[in-house]
Antibody, heavy 121, light 107 residues
């Protein structure tokens, strides 16, 4: 069974940093693009960024460029999101998702339960 | 960047109704479009990929159509369990944009 589990969320002050992790199991992690998606309280889904299977290509939404960094460790089946210079509008539930890239179909076919990030003084 | 819009933003329908949600892209995305269902407090669930292909395990009353810039998600026979918010997402560029969502309530 495919599983994704995020961790690392919490309360952080504006300007602070936080690092999220997402551990995948039940599939060959290194064969899939992975994405981070967030959802602010009462708002819709916002795609944050993605990373290629081997980590050689990464893309980000404009609002996080230069502040957030996505990486992965395929040996540990783990996806990371390093978040710096956090702002109040980064407050959200952060989901990791597996993109069905291996089949060529795409679409985020598996999601973690999410981890809450709150940015407040 | 590619922008996505959805209409309506919300709707209320009765059990058994046919429901259609529209998604529009700001430029041609071919058929690189997915639809998701999200219930409160839960992660999204993939319903449709490549605009019209039904994800494994998804009920056949869900269907998708369209190509280019205009797409639709149809729920052919609305069930109480379909109360949720539905999002489209484009995959034509490497910046995977979501639509704003359509909330579906059951009368």
């Amino acid at each position: 069974e495919v599983q994704l589990v995020e961790s690392g969320g919490g309360l952080v002050q504006p300007g602070g940093s936080l690092s999220l992790s997402c551990v995948g199991s039940g599939f060959t992690f290194s064969r899939y693009w992975m994405s981070w998606v967030r959802q602010a309280p009462g708002k819709g889904l916002e795609w944050v960024g993605n990373i290629k299977e081997d980590g050689s290509s990464k893309n980000y939404v404009d609002s996080v460029k230069g502040r957030f960094a996505i990486s992965r460790d395929n040996a540990e089946n783990t996806l990371y999101l390093e978040m710096n210079s956090l702002r109040a509008d980064d407050t959200a539930v952060y989901y990791c998702a597996r993109e069905d890239s291996e089949s060529g179909n795409w679409g985020a076919d598996h999601w973690g339960p999410g981890t809450q990030v709150a940015v407040s003084s | 960047d590619i922008q996505m819009t959805q209409s309506p933003s919300s709707l209320s329908a009765s059990v058994g109704d046919r429901v259609t949600i529209t998604c529009r892209a700001s430029q041609n995305i071919n058929n690189w479009l997915a639809w998701y269902q999200q219930k409160p407090g839960k992660a999204p669930k993939l319903l449709i990929y490549k605009a019209s292909s039904l994800q494994s395990g998804v009920q056949s009353r869900f269907s998708g159509s369209g190509s280019g810039t205009d797409f639709t998600l149809t729920i052919s026979y609305l069930q109480p369990d379909d109360a949720a918010t539905y999002y489209c997402q484009q995959y034509n560029s490497w910046f995977f944009t979501f639509g704003p969502g359509t909330k579906v309530d059951i009368k």
